[in-house]
């Protein structure tokens, strides 16, 4: 099974400051690395797969980079609806599929 | 729009059985792969299950194996979870989600997601 791991456990950021998430698998999952934002009582919903592209909709400062092992999102400027938590999950080598712990982005 | 609905969740005592449903519309039900995933009260997201766009293929995560049946019925764009023997470690909200690949073609990711149901474990 390949163990995703997310840091940190928590992020305090300021409205429109950049914000930096880590994501490291266990073993390689090339670029086959999804990133998802749940917010509080709602489903998760895709932000990027592929570890670098967009889905439909998603604004553009939501970026993502990496393969391999280690993979990284980031919010250029992060807005007020952009306070959540956010996973991410391999689709390399499955089943299972896997999941981070998740990165709280919260009010600084 | 791809929309899905899940029900049945509730509350149930342990060792009985619980079946959820997810009601998919908005796109070609019988083209994609289906999962659940879970997520216990304050923690993360675990995947439960997958089945294949025409019901052939499933798998399983290891702590569900063989108490959890998936299931699909493709002429009434539902999706299904039995739950046999539940614990009340499988108390969670389960969503279930939309594979993107088509037909045989799995990606493995998730997407949209329904808004989920919640199964409480209890005596």
């Known amino acids: 099974e390949i163990v995703m791991t997310q840091s940190p456990a928590t992020l305090s950021v300021s409205p429109g400051e950049r914000a930096t998430l880590s994501c490291r698998a266990s073993?390689?999952?090339?670029?086959?690395l999804a990133w998802y934002q749940q917010k509080p009582g709602q489903a998760p919903r895709v932000l990027i797969y592929?570890?670098?592209t967009r889905a439909t909709g998603i604004p553009d400062r939501f970026s993502g980079s990496g393969s391999g092992t280690e993979f990284t999102l980031t919010i250029s400027s992060v807005q007020s609806e952009d306070f959540a938590v956010y996973y991410c999950?391999?689709?390399?080598?499955?089943?299972?599929?896997?999941f981070g712990g998740g990165t709280k982005v919260e009010i600084k | 729009q791809v929309q899905l609905v899940e029900s049945g969740g509730g509350v149930v005592q342990p060792g009985r059985s619980l079946r959820l449903s997810c009601a998919a519309s908005g796109f070609t039900f019988s083209d994609h792969g289906m999962h659940w995933v879970r997520q216990a009260p304050g923690k993360g997201l675990e995947w439960v299950t997958i089945?294949?766009?025409?019901?052939?293929?499933?798998f399983y995560a290891e702590s569900v194996k063989g108490r959890f049946t998936i299931s699909r019925d493709n002429s009434k764009n539902t999706l299904y979870l039995q739950m046999n023997s539940l614990r009340a470690e499988d108390t969670a909200v389960y969503y279930c989600?939309?594979?993107?690949?088509?037909?045989?073609?799995?990606?493995?990711?998730?997407?949209?997601w329904g808004q989920g149901t919640l199964v409480t474990v209890s005596s």
């Open positions: 073993q390689s999952v090339r670029s086959n």
């Open positions: 999950q391999q689709y390399s080598n499955w089943p299972p599929l896997t």
């Open positions: 989600a939309k594979d993107p690949g088509y037909s045989s073609s799995w990606q493995g990711r998730f997407d949209p």
């Open positions: 592929g570890a670098s």
């Open positions: 089945i294949s766009f025409d019901g052939s293929s499933t």
